[in-house]
């Protein structure tokens, strides 16, 4: 048996393993940094069993949210709801404007 033969296979596996759990650690942290979001769900559940369409100038009409330093979440949420008071589909509820209309007023940040 050769020892010195017995102690490179050593430090080649241990280098092995090392590496290994390097780049296992990196795709982990890749991962959580980017999270895949084409395959997560829109976490907005509308009821299939109410059906209208929003109109084009309604949409226009909401305000964005970026989602940016500087920007105040509880402003935009306040015009929304007011955007939203104005249009009133015959036989829709309140609350499903609002959940149909939402993503429509995200952008950037905000809407990844």
Known sequence: MDLEIENTLRRLRK???V????????QTLKELAA????SQ???INIDNNVNFDLKFGFIHLLPTFNGVAG?????HLKEFHMVCAG????????KHVKLKAFPFSLKGAAKA
């Open 19 to 26: 590496n290994t759990m390097a780049v296992e650690q990196q």
């Open 15 to 17: 280098e092995a393993r």
């Open 35 to 38: 999270p895949n979001v084409e």
């Open 87 to 94: 249009m009133k589909p015959n036989g829709v509820d309140k």
């Open 41 to 43: 769900p829109l976490c």
């Open 71 to 75: 920007e105040d979440p509880h402003t």
